[in-house]
């Protein structure tokens, strides 16, 4: 963590000059660029592997057609399918994983008074008058909701409102062009799973406002964090799938927040 500090703390003082007392919040910002471009390359590989699943959907609706009585052969039959196309279906889960070590990082450096013995002098730095240390409830207990603070807090809101309501509307795009596959059980009996299957599909699309209450009980800091990558992830898939019809049963990415 004192590592991690003082590479923050640097950065910081490089960026004074353009930002004054807000550079470290610009810093901060500056960090999540870093991870964002670090793990693109991995974010490339997902959206590969997102449309090459896409063409494989005729194959595994006829797999779904072939084992609607069967629901253990039709996931064996899937994975060998993926197996043979060189298609990994949890690729899209590895950009999300790879950033969480910087987001905890980050809340840990601002949550902690001590950094390797010392006091810590990150939680000094502030932007506008809202402290990076600070959470919602800091800001509005001082000044209420549309004092300075609050207002900031109030920005990044309706940022992430806008950035969860697009993933909602494209995760619902994505989920009526490709329903789960969890085919029927012999007899009409529901399948294993089927009922864990469903509640997760009416549950996915409104993962993306999760990132409300990160925002609101993080410190700035952390939330700073939050809003670049879930900003950056939305202009970032909106690129990457470009060439993807949704509406020809090919699927976007699913929104992971950061």
């Known amino acids: 963590m004192s590592v991690f500090a003082s590479l923050v703390a640097d950065l910081a003082d490089l960026l004074a000059p353009l930002f004054h007392g807000s550079a470290m919040a610009a810093a901060i910002v500056a960090v999540t660029?870093?991870?964002?471009?670090?793990?693109?390359?991995l974010s490339r590989a997902a959206a590969r592997g997102?449309?090459?699943?896409?063409?494989?959907?005729?194959?595994?609706?006829?797999?779904?057609?072939?084992?609607?009585?069967?629901p253990e052969k039709f996931q064996k039959a899937l994975m060998e399918l993926h197996r043979k196309e060189k298609v990994s279906p949890l690729a899209g889960c590895l950009p999300g994983l790879f950033q969480l070590p910087a987001f905890f990082l980050l809340y840990h450096l601002f949550s902690s008074s001590n950094i390797g013995g010392k006091a810590n002098e990150l939680l000094d730095h502030s932007l506008l008058?809202?402290?990076?240390?600070?959470?919602?409830?800091d800001a509005l207990g001082d000044g209420g909701p549309f004092g300075t603070a609050g207002l900031l807090y109030l920005a990044l809101f309706a940022l992430v409102a806008a950035v969860a309501t697009f993933n909602y509307r494209r995760t619902k795009l994505q989920l009526a062009a490709n329903p789960?596959?969890?085919?029927?059980?012999?007899?009409?009996?529901?399948?294993?799973g089927a009922g864990a299957m469903a509640a997760m599909t009416k549950f996915m699309p409104l993962m993306s406002f999760m990132t409300l209450f990160t925002v609101a009980v993080v410190p700035l800091a952390a939330a700073l964090y939050v809003v670049t990558s879930t900003t950056w992830s939305a202009?970032?898939?909106?690129?990457?799938?470009?060439?993807?019809?949704t509406g020809t049963g090919a699927a976007m990415g699913v929104a992971a927040g950061m």
């Open 33 to 41: 660029v870093c991870v964002r471009l670090l793990v693109h390359p």
């Open 50 to 70: 997102q449309k090459a699943r896409a063409k494989l959907s005729p194959q595994i609706a006829a797999l779904r057609k072939k084992h609607a009585k069967n």
């Open 129 to 137: 008058t809202a402290p990076l240390g600070g959470r919602w409830a």
């Open 180 to 192: 789960p596959a969890v085919p029927g059980a012999p007899g009409g009996e529901q399948a294993p």
């Open 235 to 245: 202009v970032e898939r909106a690129f990457l799938y470009r060439d993807m019809p």
